[in-house]
């Protein structure tokens, strides 16, 4: 008898057949989703959909969306098995408090850097209005909010 390593999983029945001990044929809508090495996979939305509903939920969707839902229904069935009660709604109550947390930190910031703005702008103003290099050196001196400091002078340079 040949060892089961040896078949190849064309030959092999999909995992949904095997656990529902269906001959699969090249037709089979799970079979492109539930390879025989993956049992698991279906076991879990077996046991929270059943097999009936899967399959024509997977009738009604085109073949490329297909694959998203069957990721969406395993994702669903597991946290549905760990947690009988909310299933995923608890991941996503955390990613939503997650979020909401994150936009709270993002305006923060955003009001950080308009305060930082809104500071800049006198010494942007200021340093506007310093004379340029060629016009101190025909002074010599020039005054920077009450103090004198020495320009360049001609002899400078």
Known sequence: ??????????????????????????????????????????????????????????????????????????YESNARIKDPVYGCTTAISYLQSCIQQLQVQLKTTQDQILESHEQNIPLLKFLTEIPSIDSTMESSNFSVDGMVYDAFCNDNL
Request: proline residues 7%; glycine residues 2%.
């Open 1 to 74: 008898m040949e060892s089961i390593s040896r078949i190849s999983s064309k030959e092999l029945p999909c995992a949904a057949c095997r656990l529902l001990h269906r001959k699969c044929n090249k037709d089979c809508i799970l079979a492109p989703h539930f390879p025989p090495d993956q049992p698991d996979k279906f076991a879990s939305v077996h046991k929270v959909f059943g097999a009936s509903n899967v399959v024509k939920m997977l009738q009604t969707l085109e073949e490329e969306q297909r694959e998203d839902a069957v990721q969406s229904l395993v």
